[in-house]
């Protein structure tokens, strides 16, 4: 069964300090590792698509990195507006069994930067 | 262009009743998902379609779920003698096809007194 552990819970940080959240996954095999955002009372926004250890991405303050085993996601001088819950998902390649076609997400990360 | 719209926003409804939530696509996403959201827990999985078929349903909690997609496009997801236990968010994505990068719309909030 696909597993997705996200660490820490919750974060808070003060404006322009920089900080990674984690992505522990467990999959029969990897065909891709998604990052999105969620603002209160809205849907996931997508942000990053990974598919292979080694592989990183950026946009604008964020960084995504994936090894075999977990995913980072670094945040470089956030500002106020980068308050979010960030989650992280996996998509199984193999036929599980259940859920094969569906994303299987972790908890998620609530992110607080304060001005 | 468009991403993916649900309605109603919101929904309140007695225990035992029945509802319906759509779900409009992207335009020319073959493949449909619906997932439910609890307060503190990322999104879980319940169905997804592929053109008309649900491919996968593996994700419904019992049989008091259901969900069509008759031509290829709108998708309505179906919930009989809701239970309080209903009560999450639904939400709805689409990507290209299957294996692909999904979109999610903005949820519709589930309320079951």
């Known amino acids: 069964e696909d597993q997705v552990t996200q660490s820490p819970e919750a974060l808070r940080l003060q404006e322009g300090e920089s900080s990674s959240l984690n992505c522990s996954y467990t999959v029969s095999g990897l065909r891709g590792l998604f990052w999105y955002r969620q603002d209160p009372g809205k849907g996931p926004e997508f942000l990053f698509t990974?598919?292979?250890a080694g592989e990183e991405k950026e946009k604008e303050r964020l960084k995504a990195t994936l090894t075999k085993k977990e995913s980072f996601l670094h945040i470089t001088a956030p500002k106020p507006e980068d308050s979010a819950t960030y989650l992280c998902a996996v998509l199984d390649v193999f036929d599980s069994g259940g859920g094969a076609d569906g994303l299987t997400f972790g908890k998620g990360t609530h992110l607080i930067i304060q001005p | 262009g468009a991403g993916v719209s649900q309605t109603p926003s919101n929904k309140v409804t007695e225990k035992g009743k029945y509802v319906e939530l759509r779900c409009d696509p992207i335009s020319g996403h073959t493949a449909l998902y619906w997932y439910r959201q609890s307060l503190g827990q990322g999104p879980e999985f319940l169905i997804y379609f592929q053109g008309t078929g649900a491919a996968d349903d593996s994700g419904l909690p019992n049989d008091r779920f259901f969900a069509v997609r008759p031509e290829g496009s709108v998708s309505t997801l179906k919930i009989q003698r809701t239970e309080r236990g209903d009560s999450a968010v639904y939400l709805c994505?689409?990507?290209?096809?299957?294996?692909?990068?999904?979109?999610f719309g903005p949820g519709t909030r589930l309320l079951v007194l």
């Open positions: 994505a689409s990507s290209r096809g299957n294996q692909e990068t999904q979109y």
């Open positions: 990974l598919y292979s």
